[in-house]
């Protein structure tokens, strides 16, 4: 062998060797490196494993106390004793229901009773003429007997008839029995008839009127009772029903 070529080959075996040296202490540098991470993950696992199973016990330790204070403060109570003491214990759940809202109700408008009406003597005179209506009475100028539904109230010519009582005027006419008539509603369904009237000039159709209030003057225009003397023929009326007036007249 030439020495140039023995030269080469001993510096091949020289890279050789330093090549598989190095490759030898990397090898054993991550062994080292290997095992030493392995065991501070183990130690660190260990520690970790430690440390929650301390917690667990202290978890533990202090229920068990919880319970053995709990089961100390029952003891020498009976069991209604025992389970009231829970009862009481035990947070009181208020049930909230909704508060219904009032119903209005649309207030009823008061009634207001109607008065009695109260009739006074619608002229002053004496009672020549009852009321009859189960009787029968002598009519002068028919010359017969005949039924009267009013009263017959004596009184001068042009003597002033007034309301017997408040009311309403609700007609004014010529009657072909009783003459110049004027009819007063008042309440209650009553009603007053005032007939053989000389002049009815003081009210109207429609007008309200007080008791006592002039209406007219007494006439003689009853063609049923034109012979009679001068008066004024009554009548009251209750649900359009002839009733005796001196049932209701104030004397």
């Known amino acids: 062998m030439s020495r140039k070529n023995y030269r080469k080959t001993s510096n091949f075996k020289k890279l050789m060797i330093a090549s598989l040296i190095t490759l030898v202490v990397a090898v054993v540098s991550f062994i080292i490196a290997y095992t030493s991470y392995s065991k501070k993950v183990k130690e660190n696992l260990q520690n970790s494993l430690l440390k929650a199973e301390d917690l667990a016990n202290m978890v533990a330790n202090e229920n068990s106390n919880n319970l053995i204070e709990e089961a100390n403060s029952q003891i020498g109570k009976s069991v209604e004793e025992s389970i009231a003491s829970q009862v009481q214990e035990t947070p009181e759940v208020v049930e909230q229901t909704a508060t219904p809202k009032p119903v209005t109700t649309p207030a009823t408008p008061a009634v207001v009773e109607e008065p009695m009406p109260e009739f006074i003597m619608p002229v002053e005179g004496e009672i020549m003429?009852?009321?009859?209506?189960?009787?029968?009475?002598?009519?002068?100028?028919?010359?017969?007997?005949?039924?009267?539904?009013?009263?017959?109230?004596?009184?001068?010519?042009?003597?002033?008839?007034?309301?017997?009582?408040?009311?309403?005027?609700?007609?004014?006419?010529?009657?072909?029995?009783?003459?110049?008539?004027?009819?007063?509603?008042?309440?209650?369904?009553?009603?007053?008839?005032?007939?053989?009237?000389?002049?009815?000039?003081?009210?109207?159709?429609?007008?309200?009127?007080?008791?006592?209030?002039?209406?007219?003057?007494?006439?003689?225009?009853?063609?049923?009772?034109?012979?009679?003397?001068?008066?004024?023929?009554?009548?009251?009326?209750?649900?359009?029903?002839?009733?005796?007036?001196?049932?209701?007249?104030?004397?």
């Open 129 to 251: 003429r009852e009321y009859a209506k189960e009787n029968l009475l002598y009519s002068q100028t028919l010359d017969e007997w005949i039924t009267h539904p009013g009263i017959d109230i004596q009184a001068d010519k042009t003597a002033v008839v007034k309301a017997s009582s408040a009311g309403k005027v609700i007609a004014i006419k010529s009657d072909p029995r009783y003459g110049l008539t004027v009819i007063i509603e008042h309440t209650k369904g009553f009603k007053t008839v005032y007939s053989n009237l000389l002049t009815a000039e003081y009210v109207s159709v429609g007008q309200t009127v007080e008791s006592g209030q002039t209406l007219g003057t007494v006439g003689n225009t009853a063609t049923f009772e034109i012979l009679d003397e001068y008066h004024l023929h009554f009548e009251i009326l209750e649900n359009d029903e002839n009733v005796d007036p001196n049932i209701y007249l104030k004397k």
